[in-house]
């Protein structure tokens, strides 16, 4: 699977300057800001083994971004995943997770204002762990990707995206997927 996403998303980046096009009342560059909500899912498998498990929650994204021409844009973000929660033996055992990315989306235009995007990127990431041991944080660098719709009127964007970040550390995963809708602006 992870190799089908990114195949996808490598394959946006290349084939994207092959199909030029400008529809009216879109922007092809500038700036833009956005926030998103989603569902993220925590991916560790030692903490699918224990008991009454949470593994999902609300997460939310801030991102900025500069659109060079309609196919190629770098974009910036900060994503809260949330709190995961599940009980072992000795307690509860909860995890956070939040993480500053940046990464390059490669866009295809279909139609006046509608495209498909891939993004590839990095995401320094800070975790927490609590237990009935104490708290123990985790970060790192690792990679990202992502594919997803959008549709432009003016100048408000819409997207559905779903993202997987590979985040581990110590031994210890915390890979996480997000889907999530969003709305922002283009300058």
Do not use: C
């Not at 699918?48 to 801030?62: G, S």
């Not at 770098?74 to 000795?90: I, R």
């Not at 009935?132 to 944080?137: E, F, I, L, T, V």
């Amino acid at each position: 699977m992870k190799r089908l996403i990114a195949t996808a998303a490598l394959t946006t980046l290349v084939a994207a300057p092959a199909l030029a096009q400008s529809y009216p009342g879109v922007p092809d560059e500038g700036f833009y800001l956005g926030t998103a909500i989603g569902q993220a899912t925590f991916k560790n498998s030692d903490f699918r083994n224990l008991d009454d498990v949470d593994r999902r929650d609300t997460a939310f994204k801030l991102f900025a971004g500069y659109q060079f021409n309609p196919h190629f844009a770098v974009e910036t973000s900060y994503v809260d995943f949330g709190d995961f929660t599940a009980n072992d033996e000795d307690g509860e055992v909860k995890v956070d997770l939040d993480g500053f990315g940046f990464a390059l989306v490669g866009r295809l235009p279909i139609e006046a204002g509608f495209s498909v995007y891939g993004k590839l990127g990095l995401i320094a990431w800070d975790g927490n762990v609590r237990d009935a041991d104490g708290s123990r944080g985790d970060d790192d660098i690792d990679p990202f990707y992502g594919v997803g719709a959008e549709y432009v009127i003016d100048q408000v964007m819409m997207r559905l995206e779903f993202e997987r970040y590979d985040m581990s550390a110590s031994g210890t995963d915390f890979d996480t997927d997000l889907i999530s809708a969003s709305i922002g602006y283009r300058f």
